[in-house]
């Protein structure tokens, strides 16, 4: 069983930045890694993904060239460094863990609580 346990979320202004960390509680050098947010009303979705080794990403259009996801394998954790945050980007900041190589939701087999990040303007 893998516990994924989401840290750094919190309210900033618009133009600001913030590095939110996942947690691992076992070795996660056999999983992809991704980051999904849900805003409120909408449906979970994909910010970023991270392959095994990180030789592939993947960014969702909204967040390109502000957001970055990185691992560490031998630490057990995933960050995502955002920058330039919008308003937009308000939502509750899960990190989760698949077996494959996937972007879609029901790819991830364990999930983080969530760390909520909120952007005013």
């Known amino acids: 069983q893998v516990q994924l346990v989401e840290s750094g979320g919190s309210s900033v202004q618009a133009g600001d930045s913030l590095r939110l960390s996942c947690a691992c509680s076992?070795?996660?050098?056999?999983?992809?890694m991704g980051w999904f947010r849900q805003a409120p009303g909408k449906e979970r979705e994909i910010v970023a993904s991270?392959?095994?080794?990180?030789?592939?990403?993947f960014y969702a259009d909204s967040v390109k060239g502000r957001f970055t996801i990185s691992r560490d394998n031998y630490k057990n954790t995933v960050d995502l460094e955002m920058n330039s945050l919008k308003p937009e980007d308000t939502a509750v900041y899960s990190c989760?863990?698949?077996?494959?190589?996937?972007?879609?939701?029901?790819?991830?087999?364990?999930w983080g609580q969530g760390t909520r990040v909120t952007v005013s303007s």
């Open positions: 076992g070795p996660i050098s056999s999983y992809v």
């Open positions: 991270i392959s095994w080794n990180g030789g592939k990403l």
């Open positions: 989760a863990a698949s077996g494959q190589l996937t972007t879609r939701r029901d790819g991830y087999d364990y």
